[in-house]
């Protein structure tokens, strides 16, 4: 559960300080799949970093699955993304040199997961991301965008985290492949009841998901659940 | 981070980039395997020369008439044949200093020799028969001298392999029995010595020896020596044998004063160490030399790992995003570095070791690679890739997973 109280991101240029992010406050509970929308320089992809355990709020408090996670330093901070955040980039941001199960499997180095277990845990992580297995051991460079992006949706789940955060995922994807991805997810919010949150721009996008947190200049203007 | 899944990270990402990493290996290789060449060569050449210097005799101990005037300056020869040294000191060194094992008498002069339509100038040496065991002369041919020839003045003379050669060519037969003239006295050969090689201060293979009775009455015409041969009993007693013997000679020619000896007196242990002690300078600024091709070669590391870092700046963002901590960014820059200079060193030590053996094989002089420089050399690398690639891992760790993340 994800817990934001009065949060704000001020950035200090010389004299002038921006506020990226003002007084934000929401809750999205275990399970749902939310969309965070505006147009860009919003402070969506701010407000991203903050949930994503990037970075840390200027003042404010945001609360993970009940922890405090505004006041935490860089390497707990690391702990954080590692144990309950996954990753879904725009640019996908594969290891192009590695196959496309050790791409998957990565996260699961740093958590020190022994290795017999990691092939396991990817391969079954690739099938919920809808990949097929003949793609497994190909290099990431080899694949087309749709495939690269689902094997960041499984490198995303991989860690079996609690909430994963996907940056435009579809921002360098053609509408069909786009849409392949976004059922992707929605089948990983049906299925296996994960918590999703999807930054994007696009209103199309935004209405795959169950509900829309809209921003405007740094602040929340509008959040508001899709009845379908 | 496990150790085993920080080598096959490493790994990968030298792999990668293959052309770049081995460049920067060959700065290190270079580096490395020609401070191992040039210790060796120093090395080999410092054992030569002292093995050269022992094999004139051990324990040996040199005395000579004349005046040492300063350090290391020996009073011209001119005077040498100066009336000094005599039998009798000899005797009297043999007889009171227990520490002595056995002397040689030595008077010496360059003379013009001749064979059959062939002559050449060299060193003889009037001396005993003892001089064979002090100074090592071994005896290829025929025999040294014999106390006899000393008791007869025979006109007997052992020559060495260069003599020879300049006298009666290389290739001749046997010439045991003929004769040699010694400024125009007929000497029958009785022996050959055997080579010696070049000790770098005299050749010991150009020279002849004749009985000293004989040298003394046909070619000198006095009886004083020009040096006196000692052989002490052992190493340790060295320095106190030198300092019996100086008294006593002092004593023996009424100087009290020991600035004002009319004689010097050379220990072989301090030729030794003083030969040593230039050969070591000589490699340590050889070594010296080598070092910096290495330090350039460490640059050549920190300059890729700078480069590498930035080329990965999206890389790092992802690591973190995905749960590195700093630690484990840092690590895996430093060790990359430390993987590139440690096959570095390998492989500089393979090729240090090589031009080493090629140098003895074409002996141009000895070597000897010690395993001491070969650990030394490896440490040397692992260092110098924790030194150079500390600073970009430091900057790769520093960097920010939102900056890394938006790098283009």
């Known amino acids: ?228 | 981070m496990k150790a085993s899944d920080l080598l096959k990270e490493t790994y990968l990402a030298l792999v990668a980039n293959k052309a770049r990493s081995g460049l920067t290996v060959l700065g290190i290789v270079i580096g490395i395997g020609s401070v191992i060449a040039m210790v060796a060569i120093g090395q080999g050449a410092t054992s030569s020369i002292q093995s050269k210097i022992q094999s004139l005799g051990s324990n040996l101990i040199s005395v000579r008439s004349g005046a040492q005037r300063g350090p290391g300056y020996q009073i011209s020869s001119g005077r040498g044949s100066a009336q000094i040294l005599t039998e009798d000191d000899m005797k009297a060194i043999q007889n009171e200093i227990s520490l002595v094992q056995s002397v040689a008498p030595e008077v010496s002069s360059r003379y013009q020799v001749t064979a059959k339509g062939t002559n050449t100038n060299t060193q003889v040496v009037g001396t005993n028969p003892s001089y064979s065991t002090i100074k090592n002369v071994e005896i290829a041919e025929g025999t040294f001298l014999l106390d006899q020839n000393i008791k007869n003045m025979s006109k007997v003379a052992v020559l060495g392999p260069s003599v020879r050669d300049d006298l009666f060519g290389e290739n001749a037969a046997s010439v045991i029995g003929k004769t040699i003239r010694i400024n125009n006295i007929e000497f029958k050969i009785i022996g050959i010595t055997k080579e010696k090689g070049d000790s770098g201060m005299n050749n010991q293979d150009d020279i002849i020896y004749i009985p000293l009775s004989t040298a003394q009455r046909f070619l000198i015409g006095n009886s004083y020596l020009s040096t006196i041969d000692i052989q002490i009993i052992d190493q340790d007693s060295m320095t106190l044998a030198q300092e019996q013997i100086t008294s006593l000679l002092l004593s023996r020619h009424d100087i009290s004063d020991s600035t004002k000896a009319d004689f010097s007196i050379m220990n072989q242990a301090d030729i030794v160490e003083s030969a040593s002690s230039i050969t070591q300078t000589l490699t340590i600024l050889l070594a010296a030399i080598a070092g910096i091709s290495l330090v350039v070669g460490g640059i050549g590391i920190m300059n890729m790992m700078l480069t590498t870092v930035t080329e990965r700046t999206r890389e790092i963002g992802l690591r973190k995003a995905i749960g590195a901590k700093r630690s484990d960014i840092s690590t895996q820059f430093l060790v990359e570095a430390m993987m590139l200079t440690i096959i570095g060193g390998i492989v500089g030590i393979f090729f240090g070791w090589l031009a080493a053996a090629i140098v003895s094989k074409l002996d141009i002089t000895a070597t000897k690679v010690s395993p001491l420089s070969v650990i030394l050399a490896f440490g040397v690398s692992a260092i110098i890739g924790i030194v150079f690639g500390y600073y970009p891992a430091k900057k790769a760790a520093k960097l920010h997973p939102i900056e890394t993340l938006r790098y283009e």
């Open chain 1, 1 to 228: 559960m994800i817990e934001c109280k009065n949060i704000s991101k001020i950035y200090q240029s010389g004299d002038e300080s921006v506020a990226a992010v003002k007084n934000a406050c929401f809750k999205i509970e275990d399970g749902e799949f939310v969309a965070i929308m505006g147009p860009s320089g919003s402070g969506k992809s701010t407000l991203m970093h903050i949930l994503g355990a990037l970075d840390v709020p200027t003042s404010g408090e945001y609360f993970l699955d009940g922890k405090n996670v505004s006041e935490l330093s860089d390497d707990e901070l690391a702990d954080i993304r590692k144990n309950k955040i996954g990753f879904v980039f725009q640019s996908f941001n594969l290891l192009l040199r590695a196959t496309v199960l050790r791409n998957v499997a990565l996260p699961l180095v740093y958590a020190n997961v022994p290795e017999e277990e990691r092939e396991k845990k990817a391969r079954e992580s690739l099938k919920n991301a809808g990949l097929d297995e003949s793609h497994f051991f190909h290099l990431s460079n080899q694949l087309s965008g749709g495939q690269m992006q689902r094997v960041a949706i499984a490198r995303a789940l991989v860690n079996n985290p609690s909430l994963i955060l996907a940056d435009e995922p579809t921002g360098n994807l053609d509408t069909k492949t786009g849409e392949i991805v976004l059922e992707s997810f929605q089948k990983l919010n049906k299925e296996q009841h994960r918590t999703i949150i999807i930054i994007t721009h696009e209103r199309e996008v935004a209405e795959h998901t169950d509900r829309i947190i809209h921003l405007r200049d740094g602040e929340i203007v509008e959040d508001l659940k899709i009845t379908k």
